[in-house]
């Protein structure tokens, strides 16, 4: 059973640093795009990073581009997103998914993605 698991978020002040963890289970995640999203509350949920299975090529939101950094580690079956310089707005839910999208680029669209996560709280705030 195909299954992902956040871990990692928590209260951060800002201008701080948090590492999010996807651990995937089930499956190799090196053969799924897997993609990082987020919702705040009373917002929609947005694609803000993904890799792509073939080439581990990333592509990320305006948002968060040059202080988020997403990266796999295959021999762990897992995939981390790192956020540096962490914003009030970067307060969310944050998401990981899997696509079985099979190539050498990415969606950060989250109806390509077929499995979720739970989600982990990042709460940034002095």
């Known amino acids: 059973q195909l299954q992902l698991v956040e871990s990692g978020g928590g209260l951060v002040q800002p201008g701080g640093s948090l590492r999010l963890s996807c651990k995937a289970s089930g499956f190799t995640s090196d053969y799924y795009a897997i993609g990082w999203f987020r919702q705040a509350p009373g917002k929609g949920r947005e694609g803000i990073s993904c890799?792509?299975?073939?080439?581990?090529?990333?592509n990320y939101a305006d948002s968060v581009k040059d202080r988020f950094t997403m990266s796999r580690d295959s021999a762990k079956n897992t995939v981390y997103l790192q956020m540096n310089n962490l914003k009030p707005e970067d307060t969310a839910i944050y998401y990981c998914a899997a696509s079985k999208l099979h190539s050498n680029w990415c969606s950060r669209v989250s109806g390509t993605y077929n499995s979720w996560g739970q989600g982990t709280q990042v709460t940034v705030s002095s």
């Open positions: 890799i792509s299975s073939i080439s581990g090529r990333t």
